[in-house]
């Protein structure tokens, strides 16, 4: 069987890098004395792994691991053990389980939902109302490692819709991005594109970017959760 928990990347560990976010999660599991399924072969590896990558800087209450186990066990005691075990700053939200053959969580999330709050008080209204109605908006961003050095995202692609809310000393920004086999975009270049297309002066650096949700989208384009979840409780 296969066990599912959605987590989370709290803000005290917000600047953490990926890679590292994924070693304590392992080291949790062994703490947690979960039975872990281990690769073959010289180097054997557990056998788990997180749906879509986050990036660095960025809060996340919809991260989700996914865990191939040697024999069955039952999930909320599992959970338990496995929130008894992880440090301050990752919590368990819920926990499924699923048979070994079930397709793996990373190959069907379909979209995410952020929300992503800069201290900018300036006139955003008339730059949504044209990202929203515009069929296609380009931006440009490094890309070192392809043999061009630049890639050109229609952002329309991955982000169809913004929804902008602006209080007293802040604006905050809500979307859904699209997830693919072939990649998805950054909430971080969503903000530079609407400063390079529109003239804001949006501060980037001083973002909080939240990921609210992740999920799977069938071929109507309907949402789905990730998990049949049962919820942790505290």
């Not at 590292?20 to 872990?36: D, F, N």
């Not at 209450?61 to 039952?74: D, I, S």
């Not at 903000?191 to 390079?196: H, V």
């Not at 529109?198 to 609210?212: M, W």
Request: net charge neutral; with cysteine.
């Amino acid at each position: 069987m296969k066990l599912r928990f959605q987590i989370t990347k709290d803000k005290e560990i917000r600047f953490i890098s990926h890679l590292e976010y994924v070693r304590t999660i392992g080291r949790a599991i062994r703490r947690a004395k979960l039975p872990a399924a281990y690769s073959q072969g010289f180097n054997p590896h557990m056998k788990y792994s997180l749906a879509s990558a986050l990036g660095v800087g960025v809060v996340s209450y919809a991260e989700f691991v996914e865990l191939e186990l040697t024999e069955p066990v039952e999930p909320l005691a599992a959970a338990a053990a496995f929130k008894k075990a992880l440090p301050r700053g990752i919590r368990v939200l819920a926990v499924d389980a699923v048979e070994t053959n079930a397709p793996a969580l990373m190959s069907v999330a379909g979209g995410a939902e952020y929300r992503v709050t800069v201290p900018w008080t300036g006139d955003i209204a008339a730059a949504v109302e044209q990202f929203n109605r515009a069929p296609e908006v380009t931006f440009v961003k490094q890309a070192p490692k392809t043999k061009e050095k630049v890639k050109t995202i229609d952002v329309k692609f991955y982000i169809p819709e913004i929804s902008a809310v602006q209080r007293e000393d802040e604006t905050e920004l809500r979307f859904h991005c699209r997830i693919t086999h072939n990649g998805s975009m950054k909430a971080v270049d969503l903000l530079n594109t609407l400063n390079e297309q529109y003239g804001l002066g949006l501060p980037v650096e001083k973002a909080d970017i939240e990921r609210l949700d992740l999920y799977r989208v069938d071929e109507q384009g309907n949402k789905w959760p990730m998990l049949d979840s049962l919820y942790i409780q505290g």
